[in-house]
């Protein structure tokens, strides 16, 4: 990857997250730049723009796939964890949902870029990561690295919220996530930290949950910038919290585009 950028002083970065199943975008994301940052949620189990794509409507097809969305959209979760039971009912949920999970890492981790590094999303399944990442890819969760002179610190997964998606963790272990990392250059989570207007998807409509812990360490360390994903269609892409630059990198499953840092 580092080839292409022949010519160009300095260092870039393309950041993505939110690939859900964009396996062909994500092939060309690392071109012209020196590493590939990624925030997680690689696994697509259902497409809610197209809800013919993903794991669930593969399983049971669109028009259920239909009312679930219509009723998590709704906010009426209860209701849909309960209409999801009965479609589960009989079938060995935990297999399917692993050996379709398989499929779309296999074809992810084979097309990411050398070097990658990335973390996990809340949708995501560590435990298989280490499976699929290949020797160009370095999985960080609570943890830095430097690049190109600059430190930057991850933390993966998400927090407690009523669509009970696979990596959620407490707050108090994402919050020791968090002040492991110290001081950094550039902060690189999954989801926003707890801003309302970084929070709220303006499709979905309602507020996703942000993080108290990524928050405080902004104001307390100050890092040039603080990089995030998880909310589709945000309220507000970016805005600066005393000097830090905090940006939603986009939604690479619909826009097939990276977030390009330079210095």
């Known amino acids: 990857m580092g080839g292409s950028t022949s010519g160009r002083a300095g260092t870039r970065v393309h950041v993505v997250s939110d690939v859900h199943?964009?396996?062909?975008?994500?092939?060309?994301?690392?071109e012209g730049a020196d590493a590939l940052i990624c925030l997680g949620d690689l696994v697509l189990f259902l497409d809610y723009a197209d809800h013919s794509r993903g794991i669930f409507p593969d399983l049971f097809g669109v028009e259920n796939a239909d009312r679930i969305v219509e009723l998590r959209t709704a906010g009426r979760f209860a209701e849909a964890r309960d209409f999801g039971r009965k479609l589960w009912t009989g079938l060995d949920r935990e297999r399917l949902i692993e050996c379709a999970v398989r499929r779309q890492y296999a074809e992810m981790f084979a097309a990411l870029p050398t070097p990658t590094y990335a973390t996990y999303g809340n949708v995501d399944i560590p435990a298989l990561w280490p499976e699929y990442a290949g020797a160009g890819t370095t999985v960080l969760d609570g943890q830095r690295v430097e690049i190109g002179g600059r430190v930057f610190g991850f933390v993966g997964g998400g927090l407690p919220s009523p669509m009970r998606t696979p990596y959620e963790v407490d707050v108090e272990e994402y919050a020791a996530k968090v002040e492991a990392l110290g001081e950094?250059?550039?902060?690189?989570?999954?989801?926003?930290?707890?801003?309302?207007?970084?929070?709220?998807?303006?499709?979905a409509r309602r507020f996703e949950r942000g993080s108290e812990a990524l928050l405080a360490a902004i104001?307390?360390?100050?890092?040039?910038?603080?990089?995030?994903?998880?909310?589709?269609?945000?309220?507000?892409?970016?805005?600066?919290?005393?000097?830090?630059?905090?940006?939603?990198?986009?939604h690479f499953a619909a826009t097939g585009r990276p977030w390009a840092l330079e210095w």
């Not at 603080?226 to 919290?241: E, K, N, T, Y």
Request: aromatic content about 4%.
């Open 21 to 30: 199943g964009n396996t062909e975008a994500l092939a060309r994301a690392g």
């Open 184 to 203: 950094v250059d550039v902060l690189c989570s999954h989801i926003p930290p707890e801003v309302p207007d970084l929070c709220y998807d303006t499709v």
């Open 219 to 250: 104001r307390r360390t100050r890092p040039r910038y603080a990089l995030f994903g998880h909310v589709h269609q945000p309220l507000a892409r970016r805005m600066r919290i005393g000097g830090t630059e905090c940006v939603n990198v986009g």
